[in-house]
């Protein structure tokens, strides 16, 4: 006869188990409470009062909404589900069962505070030795909007639908108005009978908010603007446009950190630099060895602030320059390229790759930087004129623009073709584009679920401390570190 383990759900216990005793030692749920012990809450304790019914302790709700996000589950329905049903959550909770409003209510009212947060996780990652600050890498991707492509809108659309809408409600109105003897089936026998319908209502909400649409994309001098989140911006992503924000991270490279982060709605780059730069030194108290990003983040204001702070960066002014310093007869118009015109600095002029003499022309601003136009003095007879000038060239004489942080970037350029440099900047693809891969894919951020930049920033916030609380806890689990700050 087989023999089996008697199983029961109605066993009673003698000494009921707590549960501490259900949650493993190593579980992450343990390092997530520790962690937020150890973290200074008095600027959230500030917002409530004194009087009136106890809160739910802030405490408790920090530590569950951070396990949450560390899980992957962003829903406040859902983390209110896990509350009744997750031993982990339970542990956290002290069995409290905040309502889904409650979980949505607290995560709304913090959002500013969760930066302060984040600052004090990165610190707490320092003190566990995790941040060396030897090899910080910066880069950015574009995170979808809680926003639809369609309701992305110009001035014409947005004032063709304000007209459609007010012909709805005046259509809805003068109905009303025809079946008056009707109020007592159509409003019921308790209101009035002048409150306006439900239809009437929802669309006039719609028109106020297509009115303030228009209003912004009219004071930001935009083409389009996205009527559902009107801070997201169309954006380029691997695959195709998409309504989007512009997430940026700073990432130590002992085991990948996030020290530094932020959200803007700008498409490009290379504004962020310097930003997330001065941000990560704030955040460790010290600035990092070296620094590398890639070709995104290339402009002049940032060279010039590279080379002003001596700072030790890997920034590659061209994808295509990383490989080889040498171009082939094939791809002819990259041989015309301005980098491989030489300046002969005793004469202030440039020599093409014709052996064409160019001699300076004017001085000249370009988005607020001095440069110098150098030009051919005749480019006629030249067998190269085709490939080497644009279209749009009339003079049909070749220009030269010489920036004062030309001389770095053929220095940085060279450097990075160096053994040092190349390992140093394919350090930033290891260190970095993984962790917007976990962000991503295995904590399931592929999208933004809170509308308007401020939101959005904090939300983000949220997805990082998240990461980098998953950190923590694959460190303490695979060392002998202990949860107390000194």
């Not at 995170?143 to 992305?152: E, G, P, R, V, Y």
């Amino acid at each position: 006869m087989k023999r089996f383990k008697a199983t029961s759900s109605d066993q009673i216990f003698l000494l009921p188990p707590t549960l501490d005793e259900l949650v493993p030692q190593d579980a992450l749920a343990r390092i997530i409470s520790e962690v937020v012990e150890q973290l200074e809450l008095r600027l959230l304790y500030k917002r409530y009062d004194d009087d009136g019914r106890p809160a739910y302790h802030p405490k408790m709700m920090l530590k569950v909404l951070f396990y949450a996000y560390s899980t992957g589950i962003t829903s406040s329905r859902k983390i209110a589900q896990r509350l009744e049903q997750d031993v982990h959550f339970m542990f956290l909770s002290g069995m409290e069962t905040p309502n889904f409003r409650t979980i949505n209510d607290f995560r709304k009212n913090n959002l500013d505070l969760l930066h302060e947060f984040f600052k004090q996780i990165v610190l707490y990652c320092v003190h566990l030795g995790m941040v060396s600050v030897g090899h910080i890498a910066i880069d950015g991707s574009k995170i979808k909007a809680s926003a639809s492509k369609k309701q992305t809108k110009n001035a014409a659309q947005l004032e063709k639908e304000i007209q459609k809408i007010e012909q709805e409600i005046s259509a809805l109105l003068q109905e009303a108005e025809q079946i008056d003897r009707s109020e007592d089936k159509r409003f019921g026998k308790n209101k009035r009978g002048d409150e306006l319908p439900k239809k009437i209502q929802s669309k006039q909400a719609r028109k106020k908010k297509l009115e303030h649409a228009k209003e912004q994309l009219e004071q930001q001098k935009l083409t389009k603007i996205n009527v559902t989140d009107p801070d997201s911006h169309f954006m380029k992503t691997p695959t195709h446009l998409e309504v989007c924000y512009n997430s940026q991270l700073a990432v130590d490279s002992d085991f990948q950190v996030i020290v530094a982060n932020d959200v803007t709605t700008d498409v490009v780059d290379s504004q962020q630099l310097i930003p997330l730069y001065e941000q990560s030194v704030a955040n460790v108290d010290t600035a990092p060895s070296e620094i590398s990003a890639d070709c995104g983040y290339a402009n002049h204001t940032n060279y010039a602030y590279i080379q002003d702070n001596q700072i030790n960066a890997y920034l590659p002014p061209n994808r295509d320059r990383l490989k080889s310093d040498t171009v082939t007869d094939s791809d002819l118009r990259k041989r015309y390229d301005k980098e491989h015109f030489t300046y002969i600095a005793d004469r202030d002029i440039f020599l093409c790759p014709e052996n064409r003499e160019l001699h300076f022309f004017q001085n000249k601003k370009h988005r607020g930087h001095a440069l110098r136009v150098y030009r051919s003095l005749d480019c006629g007879g030249c067998p190269a004129l085709f490939v080497c000038l644009d279209k749009a060239n009339k003079s049909q004489l070749r220009r030269i623009h010489r920036y004062a942080t030309d001389d770095f970037i053929a220095e940085m350029r060279k450097k990075l073709l160096t053994k040092t440099g190349k390992q140093a900047y394919d350090q930033r693809k290891i260190t970095v584009e993984p962790v917007f891969g976990n962000l991503k894919f295995n904590l399931g951020f592929k999208n933004f679920s809170l509308r308007g930049h401020k939101k959005v920033r904090g939300e983000f916030d949220l997805m990082c401390i998240a990461h980098d609380l998953r950190k923590i806890y694959s460190f303490i689990k695979n060392t002998d570190n202990k949860l107390a700050l000194a």
